[in-house]
Each structure stands twice: as structure tokens, then as C-alpha cells.
RNA sequence: GCAGGGGUGGCAGAGUUUGGCCAAAUGCGACGGGCUUAGGACCCGUUUCCUUUGUGGAUGCGAGAGUUCAAAUCUCUCCCCCUGCACCA
């Protein structure tokens, strides 16, 4: 087959009719939208992932008599985009070389150091490698979230917020380059590292005949009580400084990083020496302790100052054993001082960290790996299973005293919060990230309770697929709280309330679906007239049509039938995107549909999809293993590309896309086509017992896809719609199928089923099976209930676990050195499959025993027992109870069916084949048989 | 740490809701055989161990304990892995 040929033939064929822009009629509505790409690089199996899922429902919808409409967009609003024309015009070889790879030319990349050319050449990309896969878009209605149009929109969307009370302002912590002076995201970091910021706690040591207070950054304010001693760093530089009218010490690289959160100005400086010559005041416990050199304390993390808890933390324990060695005098004095009682390890220990940490190596040669280590085991253990033994917070766990003294200390004025950046991310200018506390940032209060209450309401209302996943919904949306909605750059719509500002760009697609509904409409209309009063008609039915067209200037016509439009589509919607977007793309749709639109219009269905895996390895640009959706359509051909990236695997699993994998699919396209190709060498007659088999598996598949495809269980739908089918018809044809009316049917019914997967293929299969329409606008097949046949199956399976077993025994009479010729089958008696099932129904051997012996079972069967046969063979039975089953068949059934299938059974077993009843048999293996499993006796 | 999802045979991955037709679908891989000049194509068989004129037994689904006539499936405890944790698409 050539797939390329096919795949353009059947895509102008769909466009020629325009099958995929659909405009509302009397049918029910279903739109379907994925998560628009953001357009700064090329698009990869991840959104071939989500669309193509987002197409198999949208081509499975419309078969189903739905009118669908499957709209797509593209993201350009925030960084990430004029991050990489920056990128392209400091010519980074790393981006440059990846571009390349793709086949963009020199030219196109110096073009690029525009970032609207570099996302329009990219939205080109988009298109053309969507359109190729045959996804089944509405290219008519493409929107740009930089386009004017949106923006008015967004600002309208901005303005019901507003109202609303959802936009507040405050402070917030952000990751912020000290060089560039701007806040820095992931895509601003080498690596594209999120800065991850932390929050600890500043607490407050009085300096002993001083007017200032050290400061010590902790995670653990618990242990204050167990202080022994203050760590600085030998040589390091301090500084004495005026926060909040407050004279604090701390190294003067923190407080450099600090000047970001809060006002700091530095009085004097201070020498490391001088501050080892003083003692401090515990502020909770009032002891006084000495400060000591800490070979581990690090100038530029928190404070450069650390307390130290040698009980419980193997840096401080290692630090003090260092300077003991080393005849420092005042290390010796210290005893570590047992703050938690903990269970485990540690249980009982005087010094907890001691066993944490192997003294012998740690004490002769620091080993930072190690102690690093110790240490992440005791802070979880403690928090797990400790319990508080001395002070105000006696007896409480950890967990809850942390909290408590966290809180205290901070009200007590004895320590503030810290922000610090954990993981020490890089901007790309090389400098490092520091946390800059922002006071005018503007934020969406997720946290408003009556918005809460309606987003759980939008949630409860909601099919989520998995369903699975919901708990992790109702996590996210009682977890969102306040979210930054303004950014001091970036690409995107002015925030209405601060315009120096730019709203962010996963807040500013939130709702943007509805627009799809109506920007075929308004495709001819200036931004400027999309005023307030427009939208709000067409989205919200508030006022009326002719008076908004007096006041826009916007014919009354089109407000009429965007209002009508969208009504009509967003009766129902299904929202399609990976699982990473749940926590905040997804989170946020929910909540502002809730509170935005009517409840008619809140989203009916949302759908999460899984990965694409290279060879059981994910994807990513540094393994190099990232496979190129222009390459891959190329090499494999859309269908089979589909196939893999779509249907490898259920909706949330991860799907493998590999070459090996390509192969199998296409091998199984060519089988079908093949057979579908040669329909001419089969001749029509009666049904056989074969055909009725075939048609029994044809109606159950129908009816196994159509309950897969509604849940997107897309594995499940695959194997049987292509895989299964294979495996049945190879056995058709081995059974002696041959009939052309069964045979194409079959396959025609198939070519329907497979339309959603692999659009192509399955009008190439529907028209060489004899039918001239399109898949793609027929109705999904209907299972003929009256087809299925459990019976028919079931004795198909008889006679290959017959088989099985009779090559099995022909194996051991060969290995006895005789040749065998011909084997018996023995069906057993019918009182056999009486007693059978009579003991299928409960299990219960003492009821059986007690039916044959009261002669009940006499009475209830009109046929004569053997009531000692019928004993004998009950116990046997008893043996292996637990896996009795019910059967359908009787001895009659089962005599036909192996003297129809002698034939084949003796092509598979090389022997003459003789069928024959228990009664009257005389072979010694007649005893053996049970229903479903005759005697065999080879001869 | 918090929240969520998981741990099944060489691998991938069903099965878990509704306990028993589960030594566990299907695919891949490996091995043996057939077909062939040859084969990556196709067909047959094997792929936990034992037993063997078959439809039998033992062990077994992260670890341990429990409920039950019966557990991959239910309950409890523990261990491990993955994802997200915010202004960033």
C-alpha cells in the first residue's frame, strides 16, 4: 500500500466536502478542544498525543450522529517565546543546532530573532503537520491568542472578574535575576530549571553586650531547645544591618539577597573573628551560648549563620567531633542536648544523629554525600515518629510543635520568614536566582470561598476520563489558592487594572474555547467594536442584540447568530490535554467557566491523556531520543503514527512509539488490505458453523470498542478493532471460512470501527469492501444482538483446547516410541454436563451428592442416572470444585461440532479423526470425559 | 513534607470496582522446530518448578500480617517508584 497516495486522496476527499466545518443544525452538539500548543518550537508526539486522542473522539462522535465541531488555536501570549528569539539572537549553538535538525534553514532562523515571525513559521508547522495526520480540525476557525480580537475578549473575561471581587493585591515571593532585574521563570534558567523557592525561618540570637542580633536561618525552629552552640563561617564577611528598625548580623552575601525581600541597610561590617569572640541568647530557652567556626556552613545559603543541634543534626554533631580533634577547646565543653524522642534507629539514644551518620569516616574526613544523606534520614524520621520531650511543646509530634513554634516565634517577633531559592537555579545571564518579595503583585484569589463553592459545583458536574483522576481534581481545587495573574513582561493583553503590566499567559486561557464558537463570525469585524455589551449578549444573553449592533456598529445579524452559535456548541464540551496541565491550566478552566458562564455552558467533559515513550524512554531533547511528527508521518505514514502515538496504550497510560512497534501495526494493515484486495476468490454459500463464529466475534468487538472508545480506553479498542481481528480471521480461513459475504462484511464493519484511529486506512478498507461513501460521515455499525452467540464460541474453544491437549498426548505416545495414526474422541455423557452444572451453580458438592441419592435429580431431568456413576464422577469433580464452570453445550452439540471440524483438527494433528459417544463406547478413556473435554485415545 | 497515582511473569501491559472459569489476556523478546538458497517473512511449539497418555501438583502477582472454604483481587502495617507543588508554558 502506498500510504502517502492514500493519505492525501481520503484528506482532499474530507476537505472537498468540508466534512469538518460543521455550522449548528438540528442535531445534537459536541465540541471537542484541546489544550492549544504554544508555538515556540515544532510540534512533538506529546500534542500528537492529546490531539490525535482529542480526534479519535471527535471522528468517533460525529459517527455517532453527533455534530461536531473540533476547533484548535495556538498560544503565543507569555516568555517562553521572546526567550528564544533572545536565544536565536545571542546565537546559542544548543538552540540553533536543534532548529537546524529540524530543517529549518539559516535563513528562517535569522528571521526568527523576530518573535512574531518565529511564531507564525511555527503555527505553519503546526498546521501542516496536523492537516497531514488527517485530524479531523475545523481549520476555518484557527485563533492567536496575541490576536486583538482575543485580547478584547480577554479583557472583557478580565472585567467579570473584577466585579466579581476575584483580583486582589499583595505580596508575593518570586524567582528574580538580580542582573536583568525581571522575574524568572523556567524558561529564563539554564536548564530550564524552576527556580524553587523555599521559605525558612530567620530566628533572632541577642548578641551578649551587643545591640544587635544574629541571625540563624532554619527549616527545624523545634529544635531551638536543643541549641548548643552558634555555627559562622571562618573568614566569611557579616554585616550588621537596620531591618524594620531592628539591627540584625547575618553574612553580608545574605543580606545582599535579603535587600530583595525587604528594606536592609547595612550599618557596618563584622569580621567572622569578632563574632566567634561574643556569646548569644537562645531567645526560647534564655541560656547563653558561644559560637564556633562550622566547616559546612555555606556564606550564601540563608543567613551564613547556622544554630547548631548536634543531637539532631549530623552536621552540627560532625562539626563540633571536627573541632574537638583539632583541640578546640570550647567544642569540648558542648554536650548535645536530646530534644525528640523518636521510635526506630535512633529509639532511646542519648544523641539521636549518632546513628545516623557512621562516626569513624564522617569524623575523620567529612564526607559531605554522606552527612547530607544522615541528615535527610533524621529530619524524616523525626518528623514522622518524633515526639517533643522538653518545653512548651512537650509530648506534641514534630509535625504539629513545628508549626506551633513557627508561628510563635514569628508573633514573639523572635524570628521572621526567609525566602530562599533550594535547588540554586541559574539565569541564563549566569547569574544566580534570588527571591525578590514583590508588594504590587495582583493576583486571582482562588481562595475566595464562593468561588470555591461553585468550582466544586462545575467539578461535581463533570465527566473527568480517567475517572480515576477525580481525586486528583478535588485535591487541586481545594489546594489553589491566590495566583499571580500580572507579569512585568511578555507577550499578551494589557491587565486592565495596572497597565504596566501583562496578564499571564495561562490566566489568559482560561475560557478561550468559547471563542472558537463565534470567530468565524467575527473573523470580519474590527477589535475595537468587540466591546463589553457584545460579549456579554452573545456569552451572558444580557441585553439585546439590536441594541448592542447600535452601540458596536456590528451587524445585528452576526450578534444574533454568535450568540446562537455559541449556545449551541457549548451545550457541550469535551477539554483534552496531558495530566501536567490538571494543576493549573485545567484547575483554572473549571473555576472560570464556574463563575463566569451560565451553569447551561460549564464544561460537561475533560479528558487526560498520558505520554509518548521512545524505546520505554521519555522523550526529552537531552537523551536525543525525540522523535520529529514530520519524520515520523514520513517514515510510517499517519495512520500507523496515529496508531501508535494514540492507541499504544489507554488514555492515561504512557504510549511507545518505536519502529519495531510501526512495523507490527502496518504488517497487520496490509494483512487486512490484502485479504480486502482479493474478496474475488471467495464465493458465497450456506453459513457454516464457522461463519456464525465469525459473525458472534464481529458483534462482540462492536459492541467491546464502542464501550472502550466512549471511555477512551483506546488500547482496549485498538487490540480488538486491529489485533484481534487479524488473530480472527486467520482462524476463520484455517477453519475453512471462506464465504465472500461473511468475509466482507467483516471487514466493512471493521473499516467503520477503525475510522476514528486510523482515518485513512479506513476509507481505503470501506471502499475496496465495496461501499462508495465516506467513513467519515457514516454511522457507527450497531451490534446485532441476535449475532452473539457465547455457545458458538465456546465450542470453537473446545476445539482448540482439544488440540492442545491431543498434540500434548500424541507428544508422550511418540516419545513411547510408536507412531500414532488416529485419535478417538470420546464425548462424555449428557448426565455428565447435568451434574456439571448443577454444581457450577453453588459450588455445594454435599447438596449434589444429596440430589443424586434423593433421586431429586431424577425428577428434575428427564432423563435415567447411574447413581453410582453419577456419585463417582461428583467426587471426581469435587476435587477441583473451585474452577467449575457452566457450559452451554450438550453431547449432541459437541459431537457435531467435532465431526464438522474433523477435517481441520486432522490437518493440526496429523491423524485420522473418529468421534463417538460414552454410551456403548468400551475405549478405556471413555471415563475420562467431562463436558467441554472429551476422552482421547490415541490409537 | 503535602497531594495524587502506582508496584503483576525477560520486558510492556490486562486483570483489582463485583474474591473462585487466573500459572494469569495480548504484544514484544528469547529458545526449539517447520518452511526456505537464505531469512528480519510466515507457521508450530516452549518460555516458574515437578509430574505425565492429557484435563495433575507445588510455588507465585513489592514485603509482612489478617479475613475467607477460596485472595493478584478485601482489611491493616511497612517498603519502594512516578507526577505536581504555583505565577511557569
Redesign the pocket.
Known amino acids: 500500500m502506498d500510504y502517502e497516495e492514500i493519505e492525501s486522496k481520503w484528506q482532499a476527499a474530507w476537505e472537498d466536502e468540508a466534512v469538518f466545518e460543521p455550522i449548528p443544525d438540528q442535531r445534537q452538539s459536541y465540541m471537542v478542544s484541546s489544550a492549544f500548543p504554544?508555538v515556540n518550537g515544532p510540534p512533538h508526539m506529546g500534542h500528537v498525543r492529546t490531539y490525535g486522542t482529542a480526534d479519535v473522539l471527535a471522528r468517533y462522535k460525529r459517527m455517532r450522529g453527533f455534530n461536531v465541531l473540533f476547533p484548535m488555536g495556538y498560544?503565543v501570549t507569555?516568555?517562553?517565546i521572546l526567550a528564544q528569539s533572545k536565544r536565536i539572537k545571542n546565537k546559542d549553538p544548543l538552540l540553533i543546532k536543534d532548529l537546524k535538525k529540524f530543517g529549518i534553514s539559516d535563513e528562517d532562523i535569522g528571521k526568527m530573532e523576530d518573535p512574531l515571525y518565529l511564531a507564525s513559521y511555527f503555527i505553519e508547522a503546526f498546521r501542516k503537520a496536523f492537516r497531514d495526520l488527517g485530524l479531523s480540525i475545523d481549520w476555518s476557525r484557527q485563533l492567536v491568542s496575541i490576536d486583538p480580537k482575543f485580547s478584547k475578549f480577554i479583557e472583557w473575561q478580565f472585567s467579570i472578574l473584577s466585579e466579581n471581587g476575584l483580583l486582589t493585591k499583595g505580596k508575593?515571593p518570586?524567582?528574580w535575576c538580580p542582573n536583568e532585574n525581571n522575574?524568572?521563570?523556567?524558561?529564563d534558567t539554564k536548564g530550564d530549571i524552576?527556580?524553587?523557592?523555599e521559605e525558612m525561618l530567620g530566628i533572632k540570637f541577642r548578641a551578649e553586650n551587643e545591640d544587635y542580633n544574629i541571625v540563624c536561618a532554619t527549616y527545624r525552629p523545634e529544635t531551638l531547645y536543643g541549641v548548643t552552640n552558634i555555627f559562622v563561617k571562618n573568614g566569611a564577611q557579616y554585616v550588621i544591618c537596620e531591618v524594620n528598625g531592628e539591627r540584625l548580623c547575618l553574612s553580608s552575601m545574605a543580606a545582599d539577597k535579603l535587600a530583595y525581600q525587604t528594606k536592609v541597610k547595612v550599618i557596618t561590617e563584622i569580621d567572622s573573628a569578632e563574632l566567634l569572640n561574643k556569646r548569644y541568647i537562645n531567645p526560647k530557652t534564655g541560656t547563653s551560648i558561644p559560637a564556633l567556626p562550622g566547616f559546612f556552613v555555606d556564606e550564601a545559603f540563608g543567613t551564613g549563620i547556622v544554630m547548631s543541634v548536634p543531637a539532631h543534626a549530623p552536621f552540627d554533631y560532625t562539626a563540633l567531633l571536627e573541632l574537638k580533634k583539632s583541640g578546640y577547646d570550647a567544642a569540648s565543653k558542648i554536650t548535645p542536648i536530646k530534644v525528640i524522642e523518636l521510635e526506630g534507629a535512633a529509639k532511646g539514644k542519648d544523641i539521636p544523629s549518632v546513628a545516623y551518620i557512621d562516626v569513624e569516616t564522617t569524623a575523620g574526613d567529612p564526607n559531605m554525600a554522606a552527612i547530607e544523606e544522615a541528615t535527610k534520614n533524621q529530619y524524616?524520621e523525626e518528623?514522622?515518629s518524633g515526639t517533643m520531650l522538653v518545653g512548651d511543646y512537650k509530648g506534641l509530634r514534630v509535625k504539629d510543635a513545628r508549626d506551633r513554634v513557627w508561628k510563635d516565634l514569628i508573633a514573639s517577633n523572635d524570628a521572621a520568614s526567609i525566602y530562599v531559592i533550594a535547588n540554586s537555579a541559574i539565569c541564563r545571564c549566569s547569574f544566580s536566582v534570588v527571591v525578590k518579595v514583590v508588594d504590587d503583585q495582583w493576583f486571582l484569589n482562588y481562595g475566595d470561598e464562593k468561588w470555591k463553592v461553585k468550582a466544586r459545583e462545575a467539578l461535581k458536574n463533570v465527566r473527568i476520563l480517567p475517572e480515576?483522576?477525580r481525586?486528583?481534581f478535588e485535591?487541586a481545587l481545594e489546594w489553589?489558592?491566590?495566583?499571580?495573574?500580572a507579569?512585568s513582561q511578555?507577550l499578551g493583553t494589557v491587565f486592565p487594572l495596572d497597565n504596566t503590566k501583562i496578564i499571564?499567559?495561562?490566566s489568559d486561557s482560561t475560557i478561550y474555547m468559547s471563542l472558537y464558537t463565534i470567530w468565524n463570525l467575527i473573523s470580519e469585524i474590527e477589535s475595537d467594536k468587540l466591546t463589553h455589551e457584545f460579549f456579554d449578549y452573545v456569552y451572558l444573553g444580557k441585553g439585546d442584540a439590536e441594541a448592542v449592533s447600535k452601540a458596536t456598529g456590528i451587524p445585528y445579524e452576526t450578534i444574533k447568530r454568535s450568540r446562537e452559535s455559541f449556545d449551541y456548541w457549548y451545550a457541550f464540551t469535551s477539554r483534552h490535554s496531558g495530566?501536567?496541565?490538571i494543576?493549573?491550566?485545567l484547575i483554572m478552566y473549571l473555576f472560570n467557566h464556574a463563575v463566569i458562564f451560565d451553569e447551561k455552558y460549564w464544561p460537561k467533559q475533560i479528558a487526560i491523556n498520558g505520554t509518548v515513550l521512545s524505546e520505554?524512554e521519555k522523550m526529552s531533547k537531552s537523551l536525543g531520543n525525540t522523535v520529529d511528527v514530520k519524520e515520523a508521518v514520513g517514515k510510517h505514514g499517519a495512520d500507523v503514527t496515529r496508531f501508535m502515538v494514540v492507541c499504544s496504550?489507554?488514555l492515561f497510560?504512557?504510549s511507545?512509539y518505536n519502529n519495531?512497534?510501526a512495523k507490527?501495526v502496518k504488517?497487520r494493515f496490509d494483512y487486512l488490505d490484502s485479504i480486502a484486495g482479493n474478496l474475488s476468490l471467495y464465493a458465497t454459500s450456506e453459513l457454516k458453523h464457522i461463519d456464525y463464529w465469525m459473525y458472534s466475534k464481529l458483534n462482540r468487538k462492536i459492541i467491546t470498542v464502542t464501550e472502550a472508545t466512549e471511555k477512551l480506553e483506546l488500547r482496549t479498542a485498538s487490540?480488538a478493532v486491529l489485533?484481534d481481528a487479524v488473530?480472527e480471521l486467520?482462524r476463520y480461513f484455517l477453519r475453512g471460512g471462506n464465504n465472500q459475504v461473511v468475509i466482507t462484511e467483516y471487514l466493512s464493519a471493521l473499516s467503520l470501527l477503525l475510522g476514528p484511529l486510523t482515518p485513512h486506512f479506513s476509507e481505503e478498507l470501506w471502499h475496496k469492501t465495496g461501499n462508495s461513501t465516506l467513513v467519515a460521515r457514516e454511522k457507527w455499525p450497531a451490534a446485532n444482538q441476535s449475532m452473539l452467540s457465547s455457545k458458538i464460541e465456546m465450542e470453537e474453544e473446545i476445539i482448540e483446547s482439544?488440540i492442545?491437549?491431543s498434540?500434548?498426548?500424541l507428544d508422550?505416545?511418540r516419545r513411547?516410541g510408536t507412531e500414532p495414526k488416529e485419535i478417538k474422541y470420546i464425548i462424555a455423557s449428557e448426565y455428565k454436563y447435568i451434574l456439571n452444572n448443577e454444581l457450577a451453580k453453588d459450588?455445594n458438592v454435599k447438596r449434589v451428592m444429596e440430589m443424586i441419592k434423593s433421586g431429586e435429580l431424577e425428577n428434575s431431568y428427564p432423563i435415567k442416572f447411574d447413581i453410582q456413576k453419577c456419585m463417582e464422577f461428583t467426587s471426581a469433580m469435587a476435587?477441583?470444585i473451585?474452577?467449575v464452570?457452566s457450559v452451554e453445550t450438550n453431547p449432541a452439540d459437541e459431537f457435531d461440532v467435532l465431526n464438522d471440524a474433523k477435517e481441520y483438527i486432522g490437518k493440526e494433528t496429523g491423524c485420522k479423526i473418529t468421534v463417538e459417544h460414552e454410551e456403548g463406547s468400551g475405549s478405556s478413556?471413555a471415563s475420562?470425559?467431562?463436558a467441554l473435554?472429551?476422552?482421547?485415545?490415541?490409537i
Open positions: 504554544y498560544h507569555g516568555t517562553p508575593h518570586v524567582g522575574a524568572i521563570g523556567m524558561h524552576e527556580p524553587e523557592i524524616r518528623l514522622r480515576k483522576l481525586p486528583t485535591g489553589i489558592n491566590l495566583r499571580a495573574v507579569r511578555g499571564e499567559s495561562l495530566a501536567e496541565l494543576f493549573n491550566h520505554g496504550a489507554d497510560g504512557d511507545e519495531d512497534a507490527g504488517e487490540t489485533y488473530i486467520k482439544l492442545d491437549d498434540k500434548h498426548v508422550l505416545v513411547k459450588r476435587k477441583h473451585n474452577t464452570k478413556k475420562a470425559s467431562t473435554k472429551p476422552g482421547i485415545e490415541v
